[in-house]
């Protein structure tokens, strides 16, 4: 079992009474989406204004309704390949808002080292999405992988709260990128290696 997995479990089982109060309350899977969404968009600003160890503490929370809403679906019944498309979609875009929150830090600091390490991070983590996105528009499962979104976060988190930003970045340039390549090479064996 992966450490996404795993945390995942753990969530539905300690979130699914809040999920059952939100549905008792009306409260639809897309506004859990919608909200989760402005709230990361929100922590983007803080990190901009250079509240690095705070920022890493809200995305904690923030991240919170990226399964309440799937939670919520369920156990209304109503889930939707829509809302599905919506919750990926402004996952990707919720990830773009907290790198950009740490390039205007980092622009203002003047730090280019840095602005490079964000900009690679981005780019691999739109990849492995992208990868994935891409391989079941072929029919083909592709969850495999180093660093999935919650790994990303985390190692995000870890480095914000703990001081070690340009570490947490390194690690997430390569590896996020060795996972878009490691994907790849996924779809390649389970296309009969290029023959399908």
């Known amino acids: ?3 996404n997995d795993t945390v995942r479990r753990w969530a539905t089982r300690a979130f699914q009474p ?13 506004a859990l989406t919608l909200l989760g969404f402005f709230l990361t968009a929100g922590v983007g600003v803080v990190l901009a204004l250079g509240q690095l160890r705070l920022g890493g503490v809200l995305i904690v929370f923030s991240t919170m309704f990226d399964g309440l809403d799937g939670l919520v ?4 019944g109503r889930t939707s390949r829509f809302g599905a498309f919506l919750d990926s979609t402004l996952d990707r875009y919720a990830e773009i808002a ?7 830090h980092y622009m203002n600091q003047q730090k280019h080292l840095d602005t490079i390490l964000i900009f690679a991070a981005l780019a691999g983590s739109l990849m492995v999405s992208y990868a994935k996105a891409r391989a079941e528009g072929l029919d083909i499962e592709c969850k495999e ?3 999935t979104r919650l790994e990303r976060l985390a190692i995000l988190v870890i480095g914000l709260v703990s001081g070690q930003v340009r570490l947490a970045l390194w690690i997430l340039a390569v590896l996020a990128n060795l996972t878009a390549v490691q994907r ?7 296309t009969g290696r290029g023959q399908v």
């Open 18 to 30: 809040l999920a059952a109060v939100l549905a008792s309350w009306g409260i639809s899977a897309n």
């Open 98 to 104: 907290l790198f950009f929150g740490l390039f205007v």
């Open 1 to 3: 079992m992966t450490f």
């Open 145 to 147: 992988g180093l660093l």
């Open 184 to 190: 790849m090479y996924v779809v390649w064996q389970k």
């Open 73 to 76: 679906a369920r156990t209304t």
